[in-house]
């Protein structure tokens, strides 16, 4: 399958069949969003010290014969994001339930499983939160693979986007401090945010191939993200 016709699907059917490759940019992509996910879900209980072993059970499960990989249905259209938080979410609810199987247990852990899950709402905007960074930082990485086509001059363009959003400097003070004129650097900045976007929308059309629309409304959630 070609670059322009792969999608998160079609990495998971892969990673699914026990390609290596696929399995490999699958957990390089997913474990920062995963781990933050859990980290947050169970700050403050006794759970936080099963981190890593439940982050290993997620991947695990992915990527075991009859795993959740290979029971992903795309034609469920729920979208990878919610697949995959269902995923993260069944293990978490696995570990939960062995350490409180009963409210005396959990009192005297100091850890109450319907606490927790009452608190489920919030912690899908942890969730959402993490999916937006992951996807933002895989737009980067796209950008910054084309600005190496393009020389010093494209990765004076990275580095002018990671200096106005990264430190929040003004485009003024950038262009004196690299000694160039203001109105240049403006030009610049437009391109390289036009850059961006675009890597943005590829992105996202990665995780969205059977939703443009939903594609353009993610595309529009994120960018303001950058306002």
């Known amino acids: 399958m ?4 792969e999608t998160c699907w079609s990495m ?16 390089r992509t997913y474990l920062d969003l995963v781990r933050a996910y859990l980290g947050a879900r169970w700050r403050g209980s006794p759970l936080l010290d099963r981190l890593d072993d439940a982050v290993q059970d997620v991947f695990m499960d992915c990527f075991r ?3 959740a990989l290979g029971r992903a249905d795309r034609d469920l ?15 978490a609810r696995r570990h939960e ?3 409180g199987k009963s409210r005396d247990r959990a009192a005297a852990s100091g850890f109450d499983a319907e606490v ?27 950008q910054r693979l084309w600005a190496e086509t393009d020389g010093a001059e494209g990765r004076r363009r990275i580095d002018l986007l990671k200096l106005r959003f990264g430190e929040g400097l003004p485009i003024r003070d950038i262009a004196e401090r690299w ?5 240049q650097l403006h030009a610049e900045y ?38």
């Open 2 to 5: 070609s670059s322009v016709d």
């Open 12 to 27: 998971v059917q892969d990673a699914a069949e026990g390609d290596h490759g696929a399995r490999s940019v699958f957990s």
């Open 65 to 67: 014969a009859q795993g």
């Open 77 to 91: 259209r729920i979208g990878f994001r919610t697949f995959l938080y269902g995923v993260v979410r069944n293990i």
């Open 97 to 99: 339930e062995r350490v």
């Open 116 to 142: 927790l899950e009452a608190a489920d709402d919030p912690l899908s905007r942890v969730w959402d939160r993490a999916w937006a960074r992951t996807i933002l930082q895989r737009a980067g990485e796209r």
């Open 179 to 183: 000694g160039i004129a203001a109105d």
């Open 190 to 227: 437009r391109r390289a945010r036009e850059e961006f976007k675009r890597a943005l929308r590829e992105e996202v059309a990665f995780h969205n191939p059977d939703a443009p629309r939903a594609a353009e409304k993610e595309c529009e959630r994120l960018l303001g993200l950058l306002k």
